[in-house]
């Protein structure tokens, strides 16, 4: 069976960082291409940061610069590091797992492309 779990999360202030963290258990994760979703309140969940097999990254304008995705196949886990953080990056963060072809581009942003999702972590970010 298939569980990814998140953690990391938690509340902070304007300008501090947080690192994300997702363990995937079921199947591993070095052949697998990951994302970093994110969902507010009332919007749509937004595609925000992938990884593929290869280790080739792509990531939304509004976080280029400051976050920065990375995996441990070791460890079968997927991080999220975030910098700088500002009130808008408040969401609900969730990982999630494609074991298809990789995406490019903009495709990553799809979450109709990932079958299996962890149940997320909650950033809130205060001025």
């Known amino acids: 069976q298939v569980h990814l779990v998140e953690s990391g999360g938690g509340s902070v202030q304007a300008g501090d960082s947080l690192r994300l963290s997702c363990v995937l258990s079921?199947?591993?994760?070095?052949?697998?291409?990951m994302a970093w979703f994110r969902q507010a309140p009332g919007e749509e969940r937004e595609g925000v940061a992938s990884?593929?097999?290869?280790?080739?990254?792509n990531y939304a304008d509004s976080v280029k610069g400051r976050f920065f995705i990375s995996k441990d196949n070791g460890k079968n886990t997927l991080y999220l590091q975030m910098n700088g953080l500002k009130p808008e990056d408040t969401a609900i963060y969730h990982c999630?797992?494609?074991?298809?072809?990789?995406?490019?581009?903009?495709?990553?942003?799809?979450?109709?492309?990932?079958?299996?999702w962890g149940q997320g972590t909650q950033v809130t970010v205060s001025s």
């Open positions: 990884i593929g097999s290869d280790g080739a990254t």
């Open positions: 999630a797992a494609r074991r298809g072809s990789a995406l490019y581009g903009a495709e990553f942003r799809n979450p109709t492309y990932y079958l299996n």
């Open positions: 079921g199947f591993p994760i070095s052949p697998a291409y």
